[in-house]
């Protein structure tokens, strides 16, 4: 997976079935991930990269009411509850009148009508400067790339037109109201076309958010504030977890503040930055540094990664002594330092089939950089 796991070391040593999925190439292919999914009881279970353990969080009480939800369900509620509220709301994809390969959208056509809920061909740039289209009009144009690995044909629209459409018009007209939602990360057997972490390439691109929940209870709350946002925003959803992730989730509506980063772990010498699934790898790895290495690390979900949270992960790491990322924190942290910068993510490769378990920032790679921070 390209999402990198980011460290930051103080100076302290110290079931669901799959039912209904429509016909085709890419349908099936999603139908077949899922069910190597880390729930799954198949045999084939062995072979995948189940480089993880989803731990859910606690059951949020400030919401309301709750039930079983997980991601994928999570998602789908975030958008019923959208084209209730809104009835200028559309959503527009492949496949997604028939609920989506995934089935994020299903049942959401029958309710809310084929006008507000229909298929568009197969053309990624069609779809998302459609959606530009809807959105300049006052739509709320909620568009979604069947694989984060197909947004690349629509990367001009995304980063020429989209993120510039504002700035270029002195902020006469926008469309800010549009969302692009993407299944994203690997999944274990996915290879080069239905594995990738695009992130990296629209993190360096003003005028779009881009976000990544970790769990169901995120993944509602994120994409409605992805929505309700007035900036285009592009909202990952991390396919292994559609189904291995469950949680309460709250059954009313209600959003999650973006660009804030969440801190789940306090600790003395070590704080860890990831986002998404990683952020499930990282729980593991901060148990393993605190059993066998007696560190102490402290764990911050960056949920947004453009605009990210800079106050506070430079807040949580300003005493630190050793620092392995990638993000621009060099000028905020440097003096603080005493080991040169690392970074911990997938090789500069294509994503790899049967070599994926090698390929993945697991939590032996993540567990083995902290060593080499402590020890430098």
């Given at each position: 997976?390209?999402?990198?796991?980011r460290?930051?070391?103080?100076?302290?040593?110290?079931?669901?079935?799959?039912?209904?999925?429509?016909?085709?190439?890419?349908?099936?292919?999603?139908?077949?991930?899922l069910?190597?999914?880390?729930?799954?009881?198949?045999?084939?279970?062995?072979?995948?990269?189940?480089?993880?353990?989803?731990?859910?969080?606690?059951?949020?009480?400030?919401?309301?009411?709750?039930?079983?939800?997980?991601?994928?369900?999570?998602?789908?509620?975030?958008?019923?509850?959208?084209?209730?509220?809104?009835?200028?709301?559309?959503?527009?994809?492949?496949?997604?009148?028939?609920?989506?390969?995934?089935?994020?959208?299903?049942?959401?056509?029958?309710?809310?009508?084929?006008?507000?809920?229909?298929?568009?061909?197969?053309?990624?740039?069609?779809i998302?400067?459609?959606?530009?289209?809807?959105a300049?009009?006052?739509?709320?144009?909620?568009?979604?790339?069947?694989?984060?690995?197909?947004?690349?044909?629509?990367?001009?629209?995304?980063?020429?037109?989209?993120?510039?459409?504002?700035?270029?018009?002195g902020?006469?007209?926008?469309?800010?109201?549009?969302?692009?939602?993407?299944?994203?990360?690997?999944?274990?057997?996915?290879?080069?076309?239905?594995?990738?972490?695009?992130?990296?390439?629209?993190?360096?691109?003003?005028?779009?958010?881009?976000?990544?929940?970790?769990?169901?209870?995120?993944?509602?709350?994120?994409?409605?504030?992805?929505?309700?946002?007035?900036?285009?925003?592009?909202?990952?959803?991390?396919?292994?977890?559609?189904?291995?992730?469950?949680?309460?989730?709250?059954?009313?509506?209600?959003?999650?503040?973006?660009?804030?980063?969440?801190?789940?772990?306090?600790?003395?010498?070590?704080?860890?930055?990831?986002?998404?699934?990683?952020?499930?790898?990282?729980?593991?790895?901060?148990?393993?540094?605190?059993?066998?290495?007696?560190?102490?690390?402290?764990?911050?979900?960056?949920?947004?990664?453009l605009?990210?949270?800079?106050?506070?992960?430079?807040?949580?790491?300003?005493?630190?002594?050793?620092?392995?990322?990638?993000?621009?924190?060099?000028?905020?942290?440097?003096?603080?330092?005493?080991?040169?910068?690392?970074?911990?993510?997938?090789?500069?490769?294509?994503?790899?089939?049967?070599f994926?378990?090698?390929?993945?920032?697991?939590k032996?790679?993540?567990?083995?950089?902290?060593?080499?921070?402590?020890?430098?």
């Open positions: 997976m390209a999402a990198a796991a460290f930051f070391v103080r100076g302290a040593r110290s079931k669901l079935p799959i039912s209904g999925v429509v016909p085709g190439p890419r349908s099936s292919f999603a139908a077949a991930l069910k190597l999914s880390p729930g799954s009881s198949s045999r084939t279970q062995r072979r995948h990269a189940a480089h993880f353990t989803f731990q859910a969080d606690p059951e949020p009480t400030q919401y309301g009411p709750t039930t079983k939800m997980n991601m994928f369900q999570s998602v789908t509620s975030a958008l019923d509850h959208t084209l209730a509220s809104d009835p200028t709301a559309v959503i527009f994809g492949e496949d997604v009148a028939f609920g989506g390969v995934f089935r994020c959208t299903v049942g959401l056509r029958d309710k809310y009508g084929k006008d507000r809920v229909f298929n568009t061909p197969l053309c990624e740039q069609g998302v400067g459609f959606g530009i289209g809807a300049v009009a006052g739509a709320t144009a909620i568009a979604e790339i069947q694989f984060a690995d197909y947004i690349y044909p629509a990367f001009d629209q995304i980063v020429n037109e989209a993120a510039k459409y504002r700035y270029r018009s902020n006469l007209f926008d469309c800010g109201s549009l969302t692009i939602r993407a299944p994203w990360g690997c999944v274990g057997h996915g290879s080069l076309y239905h594995s990738q972490s695009p992130e990296a390439f629209f993190a360096h691109c003003p005028g779009i958010k881009v976000v990544i929940p970790r769990s169901p209870v995120q993944a509602k709350g994120l994409l409605l504030s992805c929505i309700a946002d007035q900036n285009p925003c592009i909202f990952f959803e991390p396919k292994i977890l559609y189904r291995a992730a469950v949680e309460q989730v709250p059954v009313e509506s209600y959003t999650i503040p973006l660009s804030q980063a969440e801190v789940l772990q306090e600790g003395s010498d070590v704080t860890l930055v990831a986002w998404g699934t990683q952020i499930h790898v990282l729980r593991e790895v901060a148990n393993m540094a605190q059993e066998k290495l007696g560190v102490s690390c402290e764990l911050i979900d960056l949920q947004t990664i605009p990210w949270d800079v106050e506070t992960v430079c807040k949580h790491s300003a005493n630190n002594e050793y620092l392995c990322s990638s993000f621009s924190l060099q000028e905020q942290c440097f003096l603080n330092l005493e080991a040169p910068i690392s970074r911990v993510c997938g090789y500069d490769t294509p994503f790899p089939h049967i994926e378990p090698f390929y993945i920032p697991d032996w790679k993540c567990f083995d950089a902290i060593k080499k921070m402590i020890n430098y």
